[in-house]
């Protein structure tokens, strides 16, 4: 499968209703639109996306939808460390299937790391830099995948 | 400022009686809920989060049905002018339970799933909409409506029925956020409801005959007797212009 790990947009310092409800910045939902059209530019389209059910994640999803060919779904598992739920989550795919998936750093370093390098400690590895995009190919399990690219948000708006 | 809040504690109030299986109100509660977040969700203009309670509001509307199928509401009973009063048939109502109780089983996966307490979660993090934005969407349902029903008078196929039945309880939910009038759309979704049951209940005898099932020709007529009724009644107020 194609997996790309996407970080949230740059979001609000805080929230009156604490971290989770803490919303995209206005500059950080006009930065991603070009992201976003940066990677239509590229040709990616998802035949799922999964998102954490953190605000921010919400919004960045939400903005990914026009790529999205296939359905959407909020997990709890992107908005804690990754673990075995999350693998057997993205098991259950096949080779041609392109998945998007909208969380938070350190976890999507970790993720990564785990998937990449067999070891969720090497994230720092990785600089995912708020969105940002990896690109990982393979079957989704430890040191199953190779990492075809880190685009920063910047190259991605530059497209 | 319109917020999900009450639809949101709608939804999680009658989830424990949704699990427990004990009050079929519990489940039909989850569906209604669902299905007025979702609309919601499309007055604010969101894309995210409809996926996940479309799968809500299917295995609850799956269990729903049956329910409904298996325990008519107080002094509802199928009346034909021939036969008169006519009673679930018992071969079909223990298929139908068996049915249900599979159905339940998948409810009560997903009740329990990572997906929903995901999904209830997120539905807390999003802020109330601004009223002006969810107004100028409103058009986009009252639209959808005309369109539907412009379908529906072209084709008069049930399926284009089903298609403005749903465009209509949008439009309807979507105006009760907005606490605009809608009694005119409540009456048309009783009519179109009472109408949906019995295609609901064709459906699944349609299916348990295929399966090999003992005919049940009396019921069978009672429910074609009461589909007709309900289009000739829905096609009269459709006709007339009354929803409008």
Known sequence: MQLYLVRHAIAEDQAADGDDARPLSEAGVRRFRRVVRGLKRLGLRFSKLYHSPKLRAVQTADLLMGLVDGESEVTPALAEPPGPSLLELLGGFGEGDRVGVVGHEPWLSQLAAWLVLGERERAAALVFKKGGVAWLEGPPRPGGMRLLALLPPSVLRAI | ?244
């Open chain 2, 1 to 244: 400022m319109i917020a999900p809040t009450r639809w949101l504690l709608h939804l999680e109030n009658h989830l424990p009686r949704a699990r427990r299986g004990d009050d079929p109100e519990g489940v039909h509660q989850v569906r209604v809920a669902g299905r007025r977040l979702r609309v919601w969700l499309e007055l604010g203009g969101y894309r995210v989060l409809h996926d996940d309670l479309r799968w809500l509001v299917r295995g609850a509307g799956k269990v729903r049905d049956l329910e409904a199928l298996l325990t008519p509401r107080s002094g509802e009973v199928l009346l034909t002018p021939r036969s008169g009063e006519v009673t679930l048939p018992k071969s079909f109502a223990a298929w139908l339970a068996e049915k249900l109780r599979i159905a339940r089983e998948e409810l009560l996966l997903s009740l329990d799933s990572p997906r929903l307490a995901g999904l209830t979660r997120a539905l807390h993090n999003l802020p109330p909409l601004p009223v002006p934005q969810a107004r100028r969407r409103l058009e986009r349902f009252e639209r959808r409506v005309q369109k539907r029903q412009a379908a529906w008078q072209a084709t008069r196929t049930l399926e284009d029925l089903h298609a403005l039945r749903r465009a209509l309880r949008r439009l309807r939910y979507a105006r009760e956020y907005l606490e605009q009038e809608v009694e005119d759309l409540k009456a048309l979704q009783e009519a179109l409801g009472q109408l949906n049951d019995a295609v609901v209940a064709l459906g699944y005898l349609d299916e348990f005959e295929a399966a090999g099932g003992r005919s049940a020709p009396g019921y069978r007529k009672s429910l074609e007797a009461q589909r007709e009724a309900g289009l000739a009644v829905v096609g009269r107020r459709l006709d007339s212009g009354s929803r409008a």
